[in-house]
């Protein structure tokens, strides 16, 4: 991957996603998470994976936004102050979780995977849907049906909690 | 060519023969509760215990067996076994109690007897999963279904309030257990659990230092699903406002599922990385035990001080697993049995004293409740004591095991820690029968024998105590050899 286009991409994807995190009006938030998985996307398929950077863009960037913003306007929610939580335990909270980002790319980078592994040759057929689908039907099959079971339960468990008869 | 065969794997369609069985009952209760109506669907509760029969005795006929199912993803050992029939019991428990708890509540859903099923469904599946993509998947299967059977009670603000605040925290917590999934992969290139210990044996220093991350992040995701503090501080919220039955399902179950998953990923696929996460856990274990048992003392209300005392029992069991080996492994799998037991047994004697309209969760409540039901004041007195840990009963058995492990170990410092605890716990247990039988006041109570449902769940309770804590030996040897199944 050519290191001016990947700098160019990584400085748009941070600045989206502290977007999210900064924007005062919930929507404003939400549709700088569409731009920031946009981007991920992107990477995705400079990294030669198309079919998940196509699944990334349906999936997240597709369905699961429209179900934030449809959520955000159902509950009407403006412009929220920002002290939300009491600033010492923001400053807390802050910390800890740059720590926590820190020591991961500190053992990221220990580790060597990023070197070792990261730049090999991409094997014949990777990405393709063939190979996933292989993979879902051999390796991972009782995943795959669990995920089924999974699915029932989470539609159970959502209409028990909203349905309308209370008694 | 434009296309190719897919060859699918070996299914061992045997191996999955419990789950296949629970996850059958579980949906032809959903289905049945079409056709059944009325303010009681106790019938869908014998369905449900049927198929628990059924599904226990399965794993029984696999006793010997030693089996892996879908390309390694599942695996029907011992130590998986031992769990399935912990699960049908605490399961089958839970729903003969709700069965008459229900009536007491307005829970009118006979969604709730399938909920309860399918959560058993991700229990077992946690138990016997060789993959950590099933484990995970198990995992949610169960935590699913518990937050909304913590919610089920919806015309009562504080069950709705345990739903979304197990919830939330919940997502958080898999969210790290995701996270440190994501590591080893990214260590061992397969998720499946011997790929992973074959890495660790031969981890080179760089391969070290992510599997430490990774596990980790898999310590605070388990540590959520088990109440251990620091994690902790959802569970007297959730534990106080879900309906009593399902409290005593996540207490019991919940707990005992993730531990079954957190012990064989680290006492046996990460067994040698020992020496790195057992400093960590040792440090969780004593802080789990003396928070735990140091707020209980502050309790008035039950729920909450069961809740604080099933935070200090999953300190004793972390205990065991710093312990390790042989002697720590089967301690645990013992302490569980024990632990389940005693638990729903005193949730039933909660249930108990409860009336419609009237909880009576308060600890003033109790007084004088030992003569006013001496059948009710003798279950609880052997279930606070078993929990306290004095003999003869199952939990005093179980530490006694988990605390010689700790000693055979080499963890005195640990070991005198748990002790002290569990003699700061007696002040606690002990006060609820302090109440029962030394002071006046207290309200009215329903005599248990007539509500055969609850009747039955404290005899059985009752009986398993007391058993465990006269014949451990059989018992114990069950344990290890289900824990030996694992090497």
Known sequence: MNTGVFVLLATLLVVAALGVVLARSPIRSALSLVVALFFLAVFFLLLDAQLIAALQVIVYAGAIMVLFLFVIMLLNLQEHPAEMARAGLRFLAGTLASLFLLATIYFTNRSGISNAQGMGAIPDGFDSTAQIAERLFTQHLFAFELTSLLLLVAIISAVVLAKKKLA | ?487
């Open chain 2, 1 to 487: 060519m434009l296309y190719r065969m897919i060859n699918p794997p070996e299914i061992s369609w045997i191996a999955i023969l419990p789950v296949l069985l629970l996850s059958a009952t579980a949906m032809l209760t959903m289905v049945a509760d079409l056709w059944t109506d009325g303010p009681d669907r106790e019938g869908l509760g014998w369905i449900g215990l049927v198929g628990l029969m059924a599904t226990a005795i399965a794993a029984v006929a696999l006793w010997n067996t030693k089996l892996t199912s879908f390309a390694g993803a599942v695996v029907v050992d011992r130590y998986g076994l031992f769990f399935t029939l912990l699960f049908c019991v605490a399961a089958g428990l839970t729903l003969l109690m709700s069965m008459s708890y229900l009536e007491q509540t307005d829970i009118r859903t006979g969604d709730y007897y399938s909920l309860i099923l399918f959560s058993t469904v991700g229990m077992v599946v946690m138990a016997t999963a060789a993959d950590l993509i099933v484990v995970f998947l198990g995992l949610e299967v169960m935590s699913i279904a518990a937050y909304a059977l913590a919610g089920i009670w919806r015309s009562q603000v504080r069950s709705n309030e345990a739903a979304l605040k197990y919830f939330l925290l919940g997502a958080f917590a898999t969210g790290f257990l995701l996270f440190g999934i994501a590591l080893l992969y990214g260590v061992a290139g397969t998720t499946t659990l011997t790929g992973i210990a074959q890495t660790a044996s031969g981890a080179t220093a760089e391969q070290r230092t992510l599997l430490i991350a990774g596990m980790a992040l898999m310590i605070v995701g388990f540590g959520f699903k088990v109440a251990a503090v620091p994690f902790h501080a959802w569970a007297p919220d959730v534990y106080e406002g879900a309906p009593t039955s399902v409290t005593a399902l996540m207490a019991v179950g919940v707990k005992s599922a993730a531990f079954a998953a957190f012990a064989r990923i680290f006492m046996h696929t990460l067994a040698v990385m020992s020496p790195d996460w057992s400093a960590v856990l040792w440090v969780l274990a004593v802080l789990t035990m003396t928070v735990g048992n140091v707020t209980a003392l502050l309790q008035r209300n039950i729920k909450r001080m069961l809740a604080y005392s099933s935070i200090a029992h999953a300190g004793y069991l972390l205990v065991g697993m710093v312990a390790g080996g042989e002697l720590g492994g089967s301690a645990i799998l013992f302490y569980l049995l024990a632990y389940t037991l005693m638990t729903l047994g005193a949730f039933s004697v909660v249930i108990a004293l409860g009336r419609r309209g009237q909880p009576n969760e308060n600890l003033e409540d109790y007084a004088g409740a030992g003569f006013r039901s001496p059948f009710l004041g003798m279950a609880m007195s052997i279930f606070m004591l078993s929990l306290a840990g004095i003999p003869p009963f199952g939990g005093f058995v179980g530490k006694f095991y988990i605390f010689s492990a700790a000693v055979k170990s080499g963890y005195i410092g640990l070991t005198v820690i748990g002790v002290m605890n569990s003699l700061i716990s007696v002040y606690y247990y002990v006060g609820v029968l302090v109440r029962m039988y030394m002071t006046d006041g207290g309200v009215e109570i329903t005599q248990p024998s007539s509500r055969p449902y609850l009747f039955a769940t404290l005899v059985v309770a009752v009986a398993g105590t007391i058993a465990l804590g006269l014949f451990p030996s059989t018992l114990f040897e069950v344990a290890r050899q289900s824990f030996l199944a694992l090497g």
